[in-house]
C-alpha cells in the first residue's frame, strides 16, 4: 500500500508565491502590471 | 454591446455576418504582409538566441517609430468600423477600468499595445472608495512610449530586485525615487524586476504604446503595499508553469497515480515555488517514490527556503526511513 502524506501536514514555504495574474490587492494606477496579463492571447494579425 | 433591432436584424442576415467577417479577414490579410508588422516578425526571427530585452526593445521603438503606417492602419480600422458597425478589428481589445487598448503585435519575446487612457476614466478610479492598494513590480522589461501624455504626473519606485532566489522575508521595502510631469512624446522604460511607477495625475487623456518584453523576465512579480511600502506578496510571471502546477494538482486530486512519472519531471522547473509546489503533490500521491527526490532537494536545491522545507519535511515524516545507498531504483 503506498504511503500517502496528506498534503496539508506538508511544510509551505515562507515565500507565497500565488499563479500567474493573481494578486492580493487591487493595483494602484500603475499600468506596467496591467500589461502582465497580456499572455496567452492569439490574434488575428 | 450593440443590442436591439440593429443587432437582430444582423443577425437574420446571413450575407450581411458574412461581409463582416470577409472585411475583417481581408483588413488583417493586407496588414499581416505590410511591412509594418512584416518586418517585425522577420526581425525577432533574425535575433540571436539569448538576445537581451535592450535588442527587442530596439525592435519596439522600430514599429512605434513608423507612425504613418500606423496611422494608417488606424484609419482603416476606424473606416471600417463606420461603415459596418460590426466590424470586428483583427486585434485583441485590451481594456480594463482605466484603459482600452489594441494589442497591434503579440509574439513570445514582444507584445505592443496601443492604448488610451481617458481622463475621466483615470479620475473615477482615483476617486472611488477602494481598500488597500499596492505597488506592483512585474518583473518585466517594459517601455512606455506617451504619443500624448496628459500633462501627466508620475511618481517612480524602486524595490530590491527581484531574483531567482527571491525570499519574502527579505524583501525589504519599496522607496519613491521621484516625481514629476511626463511630456508627449516621452518614453518611459521600467526594468519590473526593481522598477515601477504610479499615474499620480493627470488632466486630459494619454494616448501611449506599450512594450512589453519578456526576455530575462523575473520569476515572479511582486507586491508591495501602497501606504506601508512593505512587502505582501508575490506571483509567478510564467503563466505555463502556473498551468502546470494547477494540472498537477488536479491529477493527484483525481488520484492519477500513473501520473507520477511525468509529474516527477516537473522538478526540474527553474521556478523554486513550482518544484516545492510539485514535490507536496508527489509526496501527497506517493511519498515513498517521493523520497528520493525530497532527499536531493534537502541537500541541492538552489533555494534556502526549498532546501528548509524539503529538510522539515524529512524530520517530520520520514525519520525512521534508511538513507539509501548507491543508484536509486527506477519506479518505470
Partial sequence: ?45 | MIAGAVLAAWLADADGQKRSHVAAEALARHWIRHPLMSEVHDQLKALPANSGAAAILDIARGFMDRQDDIALMMDALVSSAASDPFFNPPFHPVANDVYAGLLLLHKPELSILLGVSAVDMVAERKTETRGATSLIFNGRTTLFRYVKAGDATISFWEAPPIAGDFVASQAGKCRLIERRKIKDGEEILTDGRYQTFVIEHVTGDMVFYQATVRQDAAPLSVEYDSKTLSFIGASSTDEATSRVQMMVSMLRTMERDDAFPLIEEALASPHFYTRWHIMRELLAMDADAALPALRRMAANDPHPEVRAAAQQTLEMFFEDEPIEQGPVKCRA
Fill in chain 1, 1 to 45: 500500500m503506498k504511503k500517502k502524506i496528506d498534503i496539508i501536514a506538508i511544510p509551505e514555504l515562507g515565500t507565497s508565491v500565488g499563479m500567474h495574474g493573481s494578486a492580493k490587492q487591487s493595483p494602484v494606477l500603475n499600468l506596467p502590471v496591467l500589461a502582465a496579463v497580456l499572455v496567452g492571447i492569439i490574434i488575428g494579425i
